[in-house]
């Protein structure tokens, strides 16, 4: 087999696979794929120059879509940092393509420059569709669920006139095989990380139900009016004053502690529905993982005792400078129809609270809640946004900013980019202050723990071009600058520890 017949079974192995975008990060191993991608049609292609921000930003591409999406590295070490973006989309169960160019395979274990040993290089989180070179006579790949790796060794001369092919040619692939349909019962519904178009569905189901349902924002049911009875405000408060036989869990798993030791309270009774296979819970007793199918049962019943469950009101305007403060003015601020990603530790957290103050219509909430990795937010929320009609509204911690300085670069190859990334700058990573057995450390180890730092993001904002706004004051959300562009807030620490003091007083369950 020639290089040209190698390189067009891959393109024709991504086109079968549904692929219509491609992230490419160059080097010279891989110059032939990308070159041959390039003279293709019916794709688009996203160039990077490094291959972390590249495969967040894919993902963040499949998440809002909900199609495949492949990443184009060279070898080495390239390859290797696709690994945090392919973890999280195994635990998010999307189809990541990964698409690695490899030296031949008899330089493997020589040690020789840029070889690696990239087959099976992402473990469990991957599946193998393939490890070609032009020795072999033809290749057959297979299609599976979330991240596949497809690796491809190119020998020299590397050659770059390839044609390309038409990926818009390609049959659709055949959608998934339906899973059976279960009996939904529950007394609670605890929502969390679902697509819009997967939380119009889940609606349904939950309004024949009618049991109560504690949800994030990241379910995206807050608009449903349907819902709007059942919706119990509150989070984690509300769901400590539950006192539930059987809990139905759908979307992600949520963020709340309360899920955590529900791990312990082993004769409550936990089904999930969800599109990623995993129950979020050690234990296996009282638990079943159910198809996402099952939202369409006819089979919903709500358990004859009702579930006793308090609600609960943060009143967010007492501790305006607090951080959960700032998300309320936040909330305010962001337009009806824009699409929110919130990012991981305190953000996604504090952003609930504010949620139900308001309920603007058509905001979608995405997160990445597979690991609730800190790294790779900014890469996903601009693969999220860069195909959206609204504006695109990112907050997220200092620390996680930190993380992903490089993910800017791709905003310049974006059509339309209203783009407002929010940091939080709180001085470091501030949920370790909310830990309680961390609390009781002396100084210097909290200092370690939640890196604490003194550092502006005016430069990040001035190295991409991007407007910049730091304030301490709510009232600077009301004019704002043109998009794309960075907020800084620096919420008052007081205030903020007061929020919690209060807010996290003992709850009193009801008998
Ligand atoms: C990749 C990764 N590394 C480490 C962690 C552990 N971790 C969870 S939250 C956090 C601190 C986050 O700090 P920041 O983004 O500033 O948010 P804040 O806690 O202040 O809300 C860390 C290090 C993680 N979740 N992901």
Known sequence: MTQTQLIHQTLHTL?????????????????????????????????????????????????????????????????????????????QNLPLILVTADRPKSYRGSGAPQTIEQPGLFGVYATMVGDWDATDESHEGHCSDGPMHL????????????????????????????????LVQCDLVVASGMHP???????????RLGAPIVAEATANLHAFPELQPLLIPGGERALQSARPAHVLRIGAVPSWRWWRDLDKEAKIKVTNITRTGFSGLART???????????RSTEAT?????????????????????????????????????????????????????????????????ANRGTNGIDGIVSTFLGASAVHDGECWLILGDLSALYDLAAPWIIQQLDHPRLRIVVVNN?????????????????????????????SFEPWAQLWGLEYLQTEDPADLEDLLPMPMIIEINPDPYQTEAFWRDWQKPVIRPR
């Open 15 to 91: 086109a079968y696979l549904g692929v219509r975008e491609v992230c490419v990060a160059a080097g010279a191993r891989n110059a032939p794929l990308v070159a041959a991608l390039l003279n293709c049609s019916g794709i688009k292609i996203w160039n990077f120059f490094e291959e972390r921000s590249a495969a967040f930003f894919a993902m963040g591409r499949i998440m809002a879509d909900r199609q495949p999406v492949a990443v184009v590295t060279t070898s080495g070490t390239a390859a290797a940092e696709l690994l945090p973006a392919v973890v999280e989309a195994h635990y």
């Open 285 to 295: 007793e009282n638990v079943e993982t159910l198809a996402w199918e099952n939202v």
């Open 427 to 455: 001085g470091g990573g501030k949920i370790f202050s909310r830990v309680t057995s961390l609390r009781a450390l002396p100084d210097a180890a909290r200092s370690v723990i939640e890196n604490r730092h003194e550092l």
């Open 197 to 207: 178009e997967d939380a119009a569905q889940a609606a349904a189901l939950l309004a």
């Open 302 to 366: 709500r358990l004859e005792q009702p579930c006793s469950i308090l609600r609960f009101d943060p009143d967010l305007t007492r501790f305006p400078a607090s951080e959960p403060g700032w998300m309320l003015h936040l909330a305010k601020a962001i337009p009806a129809g824009s699409r929110v990603f919130v990012g991981n530790s305190m953000p996604i957290r504090e952003f609930n609270l504010a949620l139900q103050s308001v309920n603007k219509p058509g905001v979608e909430f995405f």
């Open 151 to 182: 690796n491809v060794c190119l020998d020299e001369p590397l050659e770059t006139n390839i044609p390309g092919v038409d990926f818009a040619a390609a049959p659709p692939p055949a959608p998934s095989e339906e899973g059976p349909i279960g």
